[in-house]
T-cell receptor, first 112, second 110 residues
Framework: GENVEQHPSTLSVQEGDSAVIKCTYS??????FPWYKQELGKGPQLIIDIRSNVGEKKDQRIAVTLNKTAKHFSLHITETQPEDSAVYFCAASKNYGQNFVFGPGTRLSVLP | SQTIHQWPATLVQPVGSPLSLECTVEGTSNPNLYWYRQAAGRGLQLLFYSVGIGQISSEVPQNLSASRPQDRQFILSSKKLLLSDSGFYLCAYLRAHEQYFGPGTRLTVT
């Protein structure tokens, strides 16, 4: 079955710097890769996603890149702000959104 | 617009007691529904998913069960809770290919 790894497990950056979180997946049939942000005590919130037919997608300060050959995808946050502090999860699924396999999460801390 | 509700928000139960967590979705018909468990500081573990009324698939063997008595209602149950059942339980639904989560239930088994 699919296995998703995520690095780093914790990340601290200064406000205004960029943050990068990387995930790798094992199943080449996976074709949909969402990223979720989870604040303390709340459910994860979808922040950006990418399909396998696209190499990069950007939404304001957030971007995701996908390398199908290497089977990895990354989340890039630019000009980080304290409110970006949260746990971020990547996920992979086949059939554009049937069952999802999640990475273990990255705790991002943005220091003022 | 679609919304997803979970209750209760928090629950403290003794070992060996029963459990019933409820999830309801509004604004969509026949959604795929999911139950996840998140242990403290850990990732999301898929427990059950359902593609329709009465259709439940289990991802991991455990003392939990799920039921879908109505199109937009998903219930997670246990007859006898274990200490290891403590965690944050999340319900989710699928819209197109995107998965959306509820606010979660924090379960503490004492």
């Amino acid at each position: 079955g699919e296995n998703v790894e995520q690095h780093p497990s914790t990340l601290s950056v200064q406000e205004g710097d960029s943050a990068v979180i990387k995930c790798t997946y094992s199943d080449s049939a996976s074709n949909y890769f969402p990223w979720y942000k989870q604040e303390l005590g709340k459910g994860p919130q979808l922040i950006i996603d990418i399909r396998s037919n696209v190499g990069e997608k950007k939404d304001q300060r957030i971007a995701v890149t996908l390398n199908k050959t290497a089977k990895h995808f990354s989340l890039h946050i630019t000009e980080t702000q304290p409110e970006d502090s949260a746990v971020y999860f990547c996920a992979a699924s086949k059939n554009y959104g049937q069952n999802f396999v999640f990475g273990p999460g990255t705790r991002l801390s943005v220091l003022p | 617009s679609q919304t997803i509700h979970q209750w209760p928000a928090t629950l403290v139960q003794p070992v060996g007691s029963p459990l019933s967590l409820e999830c309801t979705v509004e604004g969509t018909s026949n959604p795929n529904l999911y139950w996840y468990r998140q242990a403290a500081g850990r990732g999301l573990q898929l427990l059950f998913y359902s593609v329709g009324i009465g259709q439940i698939s289990s991802e991991v063997p455990q003392n939990l069960s799920a039921s879908r008595p109505q199109d937009r209602q998903f219930i997670l149950s246990s007859k006898k809770l274990l200490l290891s059942d403590s965690g944050f339980y999340l319900c989710a639904y699928l819209r197109a290919h995107e998965q959306y989560f509820g606010p979660g239930t924090r379960l503490t088994v004492t």
